[in-house]
Every structure is written in C-alpha cells, then in structure tokens.
C-alpha cells in the first residue's frame, strides 16, 4: 500500500474503506442530502478531470470563494488531486479585498458559490491578468452572462466525464504523482495590521497535524460536525476537511448562512468549534427566553443552573461528588439542561474546542457545567491550528492548556511565545521576507502572543506581545486584558482600550445591540437606531457601573491596579469589518482604529465633556456613506489598589 | 449582460375606461406588454396604476375597452378566471395570512394547481399525500429561490416588512404565473432591501422567463429594472416607451418628475 500522505490518496482510501458511510451532508430544498465517501470521491474525480480539460496544471491557483458548500470542499480536493494549489477566501469580502488575493496568489481559476460573488470576481477580473475561468455552482441569475469565461460546476463534471471516458485512469494517474511535501493550500490571514499574508501549508502538515490531534482527543469516524466557520479559516480547514478526511467522519454544511442554529439542532454534532462570540450570543439567547418564561420556568432553570454551578463542571472533570449532589445533577438533567442541549442542538456534543479570543469564565463555566466537553487551545494558521490543547480533566478558563502532541512550545525572555511542531507552514507565499521574521531557521515560530506557563504547566497568553505597553508611570498595560473583561458583560459587545504612553486608561465601548435591544424593549425605552440607543443616559450608566466594576477588579491585580479605565465613550457606530475596524474573523484592529478616531482619543484625554465627529461608513455593497454624531464623554471612578504591588 | 429577446405581445390592453360613479380612475389607457418584459407603470398618487392592475387580473371591471390576454379577448373576468389562466400579482398593502408560516402562505399558492378535493387532503393519505409532497418541493424550490430558508416555519406576522414582501412575492411564484402583476414592491423598504428585490424580481424574469408588470414609485429603481414604461396621470396614458424615452418626455417631466404631487 501507498502511503496517504496526501489528501487526494486519502479520499480514494476512505472511497474503498468507508465506501457506504457518508462523508458529506447538505440541507437544500429542506431536506439532508448526503453523500457517500464512495460517491464524494466520483464527484471530485469528475470534477478535477473537468479541470484537467480546462487546462488546469500542476502548481496552478484554485481560489475558492462561498459559503461552506460540499462541491466547494469537493473542489479542494479536486485542485489537490491535480498537484494544484486551493487558496479560499473569506466570502464576505469586497470586490477590492479579494482582487489582492487573486492577483497576489496568481490565481488562473475561481470558483464561485453564486452570482454575488461571480459578480465581485467579475468586477475585479481585469486587474487580475492570470484569471482565466471562472466556474460556479449556483446557477441562478447567470443565466445571461457572458459565458466565454464561465462555466458551471456541472458541465466542468460533464467535461470530467467526457475525458474519463477516454482515460478512465486519468485521476488516479494525477493523484499518484503527489507527495505529502507538496504544497496542499494557501490560507490568507485576515491580519491586524497590514496586507494579508498567504500562508503554505504542505499536505504532510495537515496529515500530521490530524493525525495527531484525532489520537489525541479519540475522535471516529461516526463524529458529525457541522461547517458553518469560513472556509478561508484554517480552523475550518483542519475541522472540517483535514480531519475529516483522516478520520473519515461526517461533514455537514448548513442550508444557509441563517438558518445555522436550526441545523444545529437537526444534525446535533459530537465535534463542534465555535469562537467565544458565538458560545456568548448563545447563551445572551437562552436567558432572554428565560426571562421571558412563566414563573415557575423560571424558578427550575435557576434552582438546577445553581446545582450546575456547584458541581456540574466537578462532575464533568471526574471529581468526587457527594450521592445527593449526583443526584440532584441527574434531576436537574432531565428537567432543564437535557433540554436546554437539545435546543442548543449540543447534547451529542463529546468534545468541542472555543479558541481566538479569550472567553468569560461564567460563559465557559456556564456550558461546562451542563456537562458540554468545552476546551480551550492555542492555534494559529501557521501552526496548521494547533499550538496548545486543554486536556480532559484540567481545564480552565484562564489559560489555554499545555503543549499539543508533537509541538514544543517555550517563552522567550522577552515574554513572547514561541512553538515548533510537524504543522509549522512553510513559507508565506511570495514573501520571504515576513517568513523570515516569523520563522527561524530552526523552526521555531513567533506567535506574536505575550504569555507565561503557570505552576501546572498551562500557558497562559494575556495579550499581543506587541500590544502590551506601559503607562507613563512604567506599569503594565496590557489593552486586550481590560477589553476582555468588559466584554465579559451581556451589553458590551466591543472596547477598545487606550493608555499606552499615557498616564492614564481610556476606552471606547461598543454596546451589544441585540442585548442592549432587549433590555430597552422591556424597559419601555423607545429608539430608532443603534447610534440613539448608544447615546441614551440610562445606557451609559449601565456601562458606567459595568467600569466600575471592572475596576474593583483590577484595584485587586496586582500588575494591573493602574491601568483602571478613568474616561469612557461610547462609540455612535458599530465597529465593521466592512470600513476596516475589525478583521474579518472580528478582531480589533487597533492602529487603524487609533487612527481614524484621533479626535475621539484627544477629547478622551483632555477635559471635554463632548466631542463631535464625522464617520465614513462603508454599507455592505460597498457604497460609502456618512454619519456624524455628538459623543459624550464620561469620568468613573477608580479605586485604591487592594493587593501590594510587587 | 446578453440581449434581451421579447416574444409575441401577451397582454394587450385597449381603450379601458373605468369609473366609480363620478370619479373617473381610467380613460381609454391603452398598452401591450410582451412575453418575457418587464413592463412599469408609474405615476403620481391616485394616478390609477393600482387600478389598472385590478383591472387586469379581473378584480374591477372596466366599462369599456378589452383586455387580451394570451390571445384571448375578455370585457368582464372574474379573479379566479384570472388566476387559472396564470396571473398572479401582490398587494401593494401586503395581504398575507399572518399567523400562518412563510411555508404555508406559500403553500397556499399551489391552491390551484391541486387537484385533490378538501376530504381527501383532510384525510392526508394515498394521491393526498403525494400530491402535497409534489407541492411541497415545488414550494422549496422557491424558498430557496428566494432565500427564505431561515423563515421557513416562522408565522409571517412576526417577519419584518421587507421579508414579508418576499413571501408574498414567493405565493404569487408558487402559482407557476405567466404574467405576474406587482404592485409596488418595493414600498417601504430600505436602499439593501430595494437591491434585494430587484435582484430576485430581474431573476424571476430571467429564470422563469415570467412576464412582469410592476408598479413602483422609486425612479431609479423603475428606470434600471424596466424594458418599457408606462405613464399615467389622472386616469390617463400620458406616455409609452423605453425608460429613456419616458425620461426625455416633456409632459411625463411636467406631470410627474418635474413637479411634486404629494
């Protein structure tokens, strides 16, 4: 036997191996369709022969551009069988974005979910010379296009079928001549600062990294997911391709962007990734509804999620319990958080991961002690994921586990994290210099992120090693801690924090509108917009107090006590990906922020009470717009620092 | 984008005069509107494009003139007449069941086309049930056309304005129409929404190959979407042509564009 050191020789394994398990599941016309591993490998076959009739040649660009769809990962596949290349790209980018991928990555063939973004390739394919066709899948609306340039995913396969007629070998030919130090995708980083990076990652360090990952969290083959993160995001490219295809589970792809949480609950996965916003807005959900529920609804939920609270993660982690503790758990699963999971669409779930941001511990807890296997981990595109993983029995919500199998981690003395492992990237594509400030020729990688290990060996990461600064005073200043904890509150959705080089901390707050939306409806307190609701009194004394609060806290830490929040404002726009404020996975991106709301800060830092400005917005179609509004600026108190500062 | 190609002239309307007692709403308005176009009438408030539409699917009944339809010439018809032969329209104030779900609205839309009577679908059994699962992937197909998957089982009354014009759009498709009359659907919705529509209403058009008539108020909207426009003003066809030609005619800027009528 070969060795599968390739995913194209793994798909034709897994075709033999698992021929009638399905690999695949679509929601479309209301109702799962699947598809076999036997029947996904005919698909991509006929697919990457169509390809191979187009003209596609080894080492050439299939760039990828759409929602989760099975014939989109099909096409992964189908690239790679050819020795291609697949560079897919965030669907919800503009026009301008996704011209720099394609020309940077000297793309010749696209695929396309839909007219929306055939139009958005459309738009920009004159500046991109090396395009050459573009295929799509969902054919409505094209129908009167200039089709010298399109085709569609159907009549590519037909083509697939016409050459496979006259060499029926012809794939398995092309799959037997690629090797696991192939290049096996291009992933675009979404970046916080500057021009994206393309980061290579050959097939041997995805096989490995999968490998390596399923043995260690025991996942099967009968897992069931569901593909709902961007396909451009290597997450979704190890959870949903790369593992799948190593442990030949199940992949399904929801029926549309909308309806997520509904086929959440009718596929109900065992393996789930979600970011910590949407564990958050989850829960944001439940407790509306709950609030809403009859009295006596009411009282259980809060009853058994107190039992929960005390024992449930106890229970979860294998700890001793006591009899009447065990049973009022096993009570409280059958009235509320049996249900409560099966809403959520979680109560298969044996094993889900949150990683990107820091989540709040009541969040993680909250889930954890319904008995869901939440974990954190480390895991960034270079790493093909994974850098570290909590393991079963000792997680935390504060730190993000030790190192994952076959990678070494340490911290170098400037506090930076650093790893090395079998899924390292090999370069940035067509930039060496960045590969070279990143990468040491030893292997060792620069995560960028500032942390330490605690005393049972758990790394622990506070912040972007060149994000953390010092206040005039010489004290830490770590911005992202203090968002962190503001966000940790229902109503806050966004915060950006200033104080770098100052004597003091300031902060722009985002309020959650969905939360904050609420709260006014049962409250009576009537609003038209986001920017009027962000501006009413009694919602700027709810942050008011919240800042407080997170300054209590921070009078308690002991590196910490002086960078309590003395200036807020909250923010007359929602920060957007779209006018450039968040990255596309919705990080902040602080110096573009910095930058754009200058005046905001000067009037943070100096004594106004009010400060005006002019925002260009960005809609969604790309047209710009304008919005001004009169900001009001608040003083909150700080306290006396509580821990002896060492 | 290729050339739009018409077909025979599908519906021909000819000197239609309709009053209520005194109050004239149309005085001989004659036009014609070809297989496969999408044809506007516009006009200032109480000009008469809602009655226009009602009188071509039959609702009103004008005192003179014919009205052709697919060959067929008919003074008086009766709505359901109207629909079998395949018109189908929206409201300009929407007029869905609201505490029945986006499926079942749209269901509701296959009405005619089941053949089934009220005991046998009661019964839910044998050609029943096929027949309704027939329908009911007819149904999907528009849904999903549509994209309104996420409202599927979501009563219509709890929709926002935008999307409830949606399912309406999605019923009047469920009943498979050669001719389907709008009647400002655009109405009240924002700049995306307004994309949002003329999008599905050119994909109608497209796809299914549907001839149109739509009214609508907003200019840009009924300039870029249309093959021929027709203006009215006081019960009276005041012009016909291409948006270019109308854009350019005196009187229509006099009447209409020039001048504020609200």
Same mark, same amino acid.
């Given at each position: &036997?070969?060795?599968?050191?390739? +995913?194209?020789?793994?798909? /034709?394994?897994?075709?033999?191996?698992?021929?009638?398990?399905?690999?695949?599941?679509?929601?479309? +016309? @209301?109702?799962?369709?699947?598809?076999?591993?036997?029947?996904?490998?005919?698909?991509? *076959?006929?697919?990457?022969? @169509?390809?191979?009739? &187009?003209?596609?040649?080894?080492?050439?660009?299939?760039?990828?551009? #759409?929602?989760?769809?099975?014939?989109? !990962?099909?096409? /992964?596949?189908?690239?790679?069988?050819?020795? @291609?290349?697949?560079?897919?790209? !965030?669907?919800? $980018?503009? $026009? *301008?974005? &996704?011209?720099?991928?394609?020309? =940077?990555?000297?793309?010749? +063939?696209?695929?396309? *979910?839909?007219?929306? %973004?055939?139009?958005?390739?459309?738009?920009? $394919?004159?500046?991109?010379?090396?395009?050459? %066709?573009?295929?799509?899948?969902?054919?409505?609306?094209?129908?009167?296009?200039? =089709?010298?340039?399109?085709?569609? +995913?159907?009549?590519?396969?037909?083509? #697939?079928?016409?050459?496979? $007629?006259?060499?029926?070998?012809?794939? =398995?030919?092309?799959?037997?001549? #690629?090797? #696991?130090?192939?290049d096996g995708i291009i992933l675009y980083t979404s970046g916080t600062t500057g021009k994206p990076k393309g980061v290579v990652l050959t097939h041997e360090n995805m096989v490995v990294t999968a490998v390596n990952s399923i043995e260690f969290e025991g996942l099967r083959e009968d897992e069931e997911t569901l593909a709902y993160m961007p396909m451009a995001w290597v997450g979704d490219h190890i959870f949903s391709y790369a593992q799948a295809y190593v442990a030949g589970f199940c992949v399904s792809c929801p029926e549309s962007t909308d309806t997520v949480m509904t086929d959440l609950r009718e596929i109900g996965p065992t393996y789930f990734f979600a970011p910590p916003a949407i564990f958050e807005r989850l829960l944001t959900n439940v407790m509306i509804r709950i609030e809403d529920a009859a009295r006596l609804k009411q009282k259980l939920f809060h009853y058994f999620m107190g039992v929960a609270k005390r024992v449930g993660t106890r229970i979860l982690d294998g700890e001793q319990t006591s009899f009447t503790d065990r049973l009022l758990y096993r009570l409280g699963d059958l009235c509320v958080y049996g249900p409560l999971k099966n809403t959520l669409g979680l109560s298969r779930v044996r094993l889900a991961y949150t990683a990107g941001e820091a989540i709040g511990p009541e969040i993680f807890d909250f889930y954890r002690s319904l008995g869901i296997n939440v974990k954190q981990l480390l895991g960034q595109t270079e790493a093909s994921v994974f850098i570290t993983i909590q393991r079963d029995g000792e997680v935390r919500s504060d730190t993000v586990g030790p190192p994952a199998p076959g990678v070494e981690v340490r911290i170098e003395d400037s506090g930076e994290v650093m790893y090395r492992s079998p899924g390292v990237f090999r370069e940035y594509y067509k930039n060496p210099q960045a590969t070279a400030e990143t990468k040491t020729p030893d292997g060792w990688v620069h995560t960028g992120d500032a942390g330490f290990f605690d005393d049972e060996g758990h790394l622990r990461v506070i912040d972007r090693a060149k994000d953390v600064g010092k206040l005039t005073s010489g004290a830490m200043f770590s911005p992202k801690y203090i968002e962190n904890k503001l966000k940790f509150f229902p109503h806050i959705k966004e915060a950006v924090a200033f104080g770098n080089d100052r004597d003091h901390t300031t902060v722009f707050i985002n309020i959650d509108l969905e939360a904050v939306g609420n709260w006014a409806e049962r409250h009576g307190i009537p609003y038209g917009s986001y920017q009027e609701l962000a501006a009413h009194p009694e919602v700027y004394k709810m942050v008011h107090d919240s800042i407080e609060q997170v300054n209590r806290d921070l009078a308690a830490d002991s590196h910490l006590a002086s960078s309590q929040i003395k200036r807020f404002l909250i923010l007359h726009k929602q920060l957007e990906a779209d006018d450039g404020e968040l990255t596309r996975t919705l990080k902040v991106r602080r110096r573009i922020i910095a930058d754009r709301y200058r005046m905001l800060i000067d009037a943070l830092y100096s004594d106004q009470e009010r400060c005006h400005v002019d925002t260009e917005v960005t809609f969604e179609d790309g047209r710009k717009g304008k919005i001004s509004a009169d900001l009001q600026i608040r003083d909150t108190q700080t306290f006396q620092p509580t821990a002896a500062a060492n | 984008m290729a050339e739009r190609n018409f077909g025979e002239v599908v519906l021909k309307v000819d000197n239609v005069s309709l009053s209520f007692g005194g109050v004239t709403a149309l005085e001989n308005v004659s036009f014609d509107t070809r297989e496969h176009e999408i044809r506007a009438i516009i006009g200032p408030n109480g000009a008469g494009k809602s009655s226009m539409l009602n009188v071509i699917n039959g609702f009103y009944h004008p005192q003179d003139g014919t009205i052709t339809f697919k060959g067929q010439a008919r003074k008086q018809m009766r709505t359901h007449d109207a629909a079998a032969q395949g018109i189908a329209r929206t409201f300009q104030n929407i007029a869905l069941f609201k505490g029945m779900t986006t499926l079942d609205n749209i269901m509701t839309g296959r009405n005619l086309k089941m053949r089934r009577n009220f005991l046998w679908q009661a019964l839910y059994w044998g050609p029943a049930q096929r027949e309704e699962m027939e329908h009911r992937e007819f149904v999907e197909h528009i849904i999903d056309f549509l994209e309104i998957q996420a409202i599927r089982k979501t009563p219509v009354g709890r929709l926002p304005y935008g999307l409830q014009k949606r399912v309406e759009l999605g019923r009047a498709l469920a009943a498979e129409p050669d001719l389907l009359l709008l009647d400002e659907p655009m109405a009240g919705m924002n700049t995306e929404e307004k994309e949002d529509m003329s999008r599905f209403i050119i994909d109608v058009n497209d796809d299914f190959g549907t001839t149109i008539v739509l009214i609508e108020h907003d200019m840009s909207v009924v300039m870029d979407l249309s093959d021929r426009v027709a203006v009215l003003d006081y019960g009276k066809l005041l012009a016909d042509g291409t948006p270019d030609e109308v854009r350019g005619n005196k009187a229509v800027i006099d009447a209409y564009l020039g001048a504020v009528h609200d």
């Amino acid at each position: &036997m070969t060795e599968l050191d390739t +995913f194209p020789k793994l798909l /034709v394994d897994r075709a033999k191996r698992y021929a009638d398990r399905q690999a695949n599941r679509e929601k479309e +016309f @209301g109702i799962w369709q699947s598809w076999t591993w036997a029947q996904v490998a005919a698909e991509v *076959e006929q697919f990457a022969c @169509g390809l191979l009739a &187009m003209g596609f040649e080894r080492g050439d660009k299939l760039a990828i551009i #759409g929602d989760n769809r099975p014939r989109l !990962y099909w096409s /992964v596949a189908a690239a790679q069988s050819l020795g @291609g290349v697949p560079v897919p790209t !965030y669907q919800d $980018a503009v $026009a *301008e974005e &996704m011209q720099y991928v394609l020309e =940077h990555a000297g793309v010749r +063939f696209v695929i396309a *979910e839909n007219q929306e %973004q055939v139009d958005k390739v459309l738009e920009v $394919a004159d500046r991109c010379p090396l395009l050459e %066709q573009i295929i799509y899948d969902d054919t409505r609306g094209l129908r009167g296009y200039d =089709h010298q340039r399109l085709s569609s +995913f159907v009549t590519v396969q037909e083509r #697939g079928r016409e050459l496979l $007629a006259k060499k029926p070998q012809a794939w =398995h030919e092309e799959i037997a001549k #690629g090797k #696991g130090s192939d290049d096996g995708i291009i992933l675009y980083t979404s970046g916080t600062t500057g021009k994206p990076k393309g980061v290579v990652l050959t097939h041997e360090n995805m096989v490995v990294t999968a490998v390596n990952s399923i043995e260690f969290e025991g996942l099967r083959e009968d897992e069931e997911t569901l593909a709902y993160m961007p396909m451009a995001w290597v997450g979704d490219h190890i959870f949903s391709y790369a593992q799948a295809y190593v442990a030949g589970f199940c992949v399904s792809c929801p029926e549309s962007t909308d309806t997520v949480m509904t086929d959440l609950r009718e596929i109900g996965p065992t393996y789930f990734f979600a970011p910590p916003a949407i564990f958050e807005r989850l829960l944001t959900n439940v407790m509306i509804r709950i609030e809403d529920a009859a009295r006596l609804k009411q009282k259980l939920f809060h009853y058994f999620m107190g039992v929960a609270k005390r024992v449930g993660t106890r229970i979860l982690d294998g700890e001793q319990t006591s009899f009447t503790d065990r049973l009022l758990y096993r009570l409280g699963d059958l009235c509320v958080y049996g249900p409560l999971k099966n809403t959520l669409g979680l109560s298969r779930v044996r094993l889900a991961y949150t990683a990107g941001e820091a989540i709040g511990p009541e969040i993680f807890d909250f889930y954890r002690s319904l008995g869901i296997n939440v974990k954190q981990l480390l895991g960034q595109t270079e790493a093909s994921v994974f850098i570290t993983i909590q393991r079963d029995g000792e997680v935390r919500s504060d730190t993000v586990g030790p190192p994952a199998p076959g990678v070494e981690v340490r911290i170098e003395d400037s506090g930076e994290v650093m790893y090395r492992s079998p899924g390292v990237f090999r370069e940035y594509y067509k930039n060496p210099q960045a590969t070279a400030e990143t990468k040491t020729p030893d292997g060792w990688v620069h995560t960028g992120d500032a942390g330490f290990f605690d005393d049972e060996g758990h790394l622990r990461v506070i912040d972007r090693a060149k994000d953390v600064g010092k206040l005039t005073s010489g004290a830490m200043f770590s911005p992202k801690y203090i968002e962190n904890k503001l966000k940790f509150f229902p109503h806050i959705k966004e915060a950006v924090a200033f104080g770098n080089d100052r004597d003091h901390t300031t902060v722009f707050i985002n309020i959650d509108l969905e939360a904050v939306g609420n709260w006014a409806e049962r409250h009576g307190i009537p609003y038209g917009s986001y920017q009027e609701l962000a501006a009413h009194p009694e919602v700027y004394k709810m942050v008011h107090d919240s800042i407080e609060q997170v300054n209590r806290d921070l009078a308690a830490d002991s590196h910490l006590a002086s960078s309590q929040i003395k200036r807020f404002l909250i923010l007359h726009k929602q920060l957007e990906a779209d006018d450039g404020e968040l990255t596309r996975t919705l990080k902040v991106r602080r110096r573009i922020i910095a930058d754009r709301y200058r005046m905001l800060i000067d009037a943070l830092y100096s004594d106004q009470e009010r400060c005006h400005v002019d925002t260009e917005v960005t809609f969604e179609d790309g047209r710009k717009g304008k919005i001004s509004a009169d900001l009001q600026i608040r003083d909150t108190q700080t306290f006396q620092p509580t821990a002896a500062a060492n | 984008m290729a050339e739009r190609n018409f077909g025979e002239v599908v519906l021909k309307v000819d000197n239609v005069s309709l009053s209520f007692g005194g109050v004239t709403a149309l005085e001989n308005v004659s036009f014609d509107t070809r297989e496969h176009e999408i044809r506007a009438i516009i006009g200032p408030n109480g000009a008469g494009k809602s009655s226009m539409l009602n009188v071509i699917n039959g609702f009103y009944h004008p005192q003179d003139g014919t009205i052709t339809f697919k060959g067929q010439a008919r003074k008086q018809m009766r709505t359901h007449d109207a629909a079998a032969q395949g018109i189908a329209r929206t409201f300009q104030n929407i007029a869905l069941f609201k505490g029945m779900t986006t499926l079942d609205n749209i269901m509701t839309g296959r009405n005619l086309k089941m053949r089934r009577n009220f005991l046998w679908q009661a019964l839910y059994w044998g050609p029943a049930q096929r027949e309704e699962m027939e329908h009911r992937e007819f149904v999907e197909h528009i849904i999903d056309f549509l994209e309104i998957q996420a409202i599927r089982k979501t009563p219509v009354g709890r929709l926002p304005y935008g999307l409830q014009k949606r399912v309406e759009l999605g019923r009047a498709l469920a009943a498979e129409p050669d001719l389907l009359l709008l009647d400002e659907p655009m109405a009240g919705m924002n700049t995306e929404e307004k994309e949002d529509m003329s999008r599905f209403i050119i994909d109608v058009n497209d796809d299914f190959g549907t001839t149109i008539v739509l009214i609508e108020h907003d200019m840009s909207v009924v300039m870029d979407l249309s093959d021929r426009v027709a203006v009215l003003d006081y019960g009276k066809l005041l012009a016909d042509g291409t948006p270019d030609e109308v854009r350019g005619n005196k009187a229509v800027i006099d009447a209409y564009l020039g001048a504020v009528h609200d």
